[in-house]
């Protein structure tokens, strides 16, 4: 730091921002480390020198804890990610209506928003719709499959799921079955919080379709492989499904990307 206050000191302004320009086109793929300093967050594919700000919220610490210990994630944390739904859910908790998320494994991002939020005590439903045992094959373009996806590709984890949200009771509708078949029975008009999260085109642009007049005004809509290469098809057609409706979407540097229902 104070190598970089002495730099600063002796040349002028000018010579460091050509010196910070020239940094910048040939670090290439590499963090700037002369420029920005060490990484802190290197994680789930991202990799910043800005502030984690979430690692010092203990009731985001708690609640990742938690849905961590559903065993969803074996392959690494996601806490960026998981810190995007609680910013989402903090907004739906806030607003008139129902959570709902597609794709839901074995519930470690539900189950984190729901403690993140106090799910509780704000008086509403959490449906939870996945299949519970994987991808759907038949759902897969052949793009998709090119892309390297398949079929199949998760434990089955039904009864995990149930066991995990049975202390919420009523609260938790569990919908099982392969989206868009299940959707109607999502039987709430109101929604405040959508994830979808089902890593194929085909059901999630269904669910967006299906939800998105529902959304109340104000509620985030988070798509969960926006920005992921293997999800490439996707994210052509959620920018179509943004721009039908004139609507911005967000591309956040985890892979998600972000609606929020204009008002
Ligand atoms: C990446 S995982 C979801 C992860 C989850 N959000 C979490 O918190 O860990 C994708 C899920 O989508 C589900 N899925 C894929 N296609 C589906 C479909 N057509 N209908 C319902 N669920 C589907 C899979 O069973 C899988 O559990």
Redesign the pocket.
């Known amino acids: 730091m104070n190598l970089r206050n002495k730099i600063r000191d002796r040349f002028s302004d000018g010579s460091l921002a050509r010196f910070v320009i020239f940094m910048n086109k040939v670090s290439g793929n590499w963090l700037n480390r002369p420029l920005y300093g060490k990484a802190k967050f290197n994680e789930d594919g991202l990799v910043t020198a800005h502030h984690p700000t979430f690692e010092d919220d203990e009731r985001f610490v708690s609640a990742y804890e938690k849905g961590r210990a559903t065993g969803?994630?074996p392959h690494g944390d996601l806490r960026w990610r998981a810190h995007v739904l609680c910013w989402a859910a903090s907004r739906g908790a806030a607003l008139d209506g129902d959570f709902v998320?597609?794709?839901?494994?074995?519930?470690?991002?539900?189950l984190t928003v729901m403690n993140y939020v106090d799910f509780e005590r704000l008086g509403k439903r959490f449906y939870l719709?996945?299949?519970?045992?994987?991808?759907?094959a038949e759902?897969l373009s052949d793009e998709e499959r090119r892309a390297g996806l398949r079929g199949g590709g998760?434990e089955p984890c039904y009864e995990a799921v149930v066991r995990t949200f049975a202390p919420f009771g009523d609260a938790v509708r569990i919908i099982r079955g392969?989206?868009p078949s299940t959707l109607g029975e999502v039987d709430t008009q109101r929604i405040a919080f959508l994830s979808i999260?089902?890593?194929?085109r085909e059901?999630e642009i269904a669910a967006a379709e299906c939800f998105w007049d529902r959304l109340v005004p104000g509620a985030a809509m988070v798509l969960?492989d926006y920005g992921w290469r293997k999800h490439a098809a996707q994210r052509l057609a959620f920018d179509e499904f943004a721009l039908k409706r004139s609507v911005p979407l967000l591309a956040l540097p985890t892979g998600q990307g972000l609606i929020l229902k204009p008002h």
């Open positions: 969803s994630w998320e597609c794709g839901v494994n074995r519930g470690g991002s539900a719709l996945d299949t519970y045992e994987g991808l759907v759902q998760y392969a989206v999260d089902m890593n194929a059901p969960d």
